[in-house]
C-alpha cells in the first residue's frame, strides 16, 4: 500500500457506500480524527518531554477544533471523486490481500489512541 490514508480512505467509504454514498463523509471524518489525535500525540510528547503537565484551555480546544475544520477542507478537495479510481484500482484484491490490509486498516485507525497509551505511560500520567 503506497498511501494509507488513500487505502483507509477507500475502505471505509467502501463499507459506507450505500449510507454515505460518494460523499464519503465518514471517511473523511475517520480520517480527520486519525490527524488529529497524531496532532494531540505530538503535544503530548512535548509537554512530557519538557514536564509541562497542566489543564488543557479553552483556547487550545479552540485550535484543535479549527485544526480539525482544515484538515476538513484539505481532505475533502483532495478526495473529492476519487473514490472510483480508487476502486479501479484495488477491486481486484485476493481474498488474503483483503484481510491482512483491512487488518492493517484497523491498526491504522486504532494506531493513535495506542500512541496516546504509550506516551501517557512513558512519562507516567497514565492512571489505571
Known sequence: MKNIFNYTYYRITKFYYK??????T?????IILILSLFVISIEFIISGYFDIYRKISTLEIILIL??????????????????????????????????????LVILFILSPLMLIVIIASFFGRLNL
Open 19 to 24: 449510507k454515505d454514498g460518494s460523499d464519503a
Open 26 to 30: 465518514t471517511a473523511l471524518l475517520t
Open 66 to 103: 479549527i485544526l480539525m475544520f482544515v484538515f476538513y477542507l484539505i481532505l475533502k478537495k483532495r478526495y473529492k471523486n476519487k473514490y472510483s479510481s480508487f476502486r479501479e484500482k484495488w477491486i481486484k484484491e485476493t481474498n488474503n490481500n483483503k484481510r491482512l490490509n483491512g487488518f
